[in-house]
């Protein structure tokens, strides 16, 4: 596991409680990570909603430096599955 996958897991952690649904992060390039009702954690796993985008603008996200909608739209971050999924995430990123 890469070492932007364990950071990942961690900030997203201290951010996200609990989950009502399923989301998987893929880094490209790095791995995926899991965010569900059982937490936040490394894994590749059937989800409702899977959102793909490279490790810089990952991080920039997770900063807060990268606005996730303008990435969507920009095509930086890929969404496949259900988009209410990724908005409920989104929100709860702040």
Same mark, same amino acid.
């Given at each position: 596991? *890469? #070492?932007?996958? +364990?950071?990942? !897991? ?9 989950? $009502?649904? *399923?989301?998987? =992060?893929?880094?490209? #390039?790095? %791995?995926?990570i899991? !965010? $569900? $009702?059982? @937490? !936040?954690?490394? %894994?590749?796993e059937?989800? #409702? ?6 490790? $810089? &603008? =990952?991080? @920039?996200?997770?900063? @807060?430096?990268? +606005?996730? &909608?303008?990435? =969507?739209?920009? %095509?930086?971050?890929?969404?496949? %599955?259900?988009?209410g999924?990724?908005?409920?995430? @989104?929100?709860?990123?702040?």
């Amino acid at each position: 596991m *890469s #070492d932007i996958v +364990n950071q990942a !897991v961690t900030q997203l952690s201290e951010k996200i409680g609990s989950f $009502d649904g *399923s989301v998987k =992060f893929v880094i490209e #390039d790095e %791995g995926s990570i899991m !965010v $569900d $009702d059982a @937490g !936040v954690r490394a %894994g590749d796993e059937e989800a #409702d909603c899977t959102m793909t985008a490279d490790a $810089d &603008t =990952f991080r @920039g996200i997770l900063d @807060g430096d990268v +606005n996730p &909608t303008a990435a =969507f739209m920009s %095509g930086k971050l890929k969404v496949d %599955g259900d988009m209410g999924q990724a908005m409920k995430l @989104g929100a709860q990123l702040g």
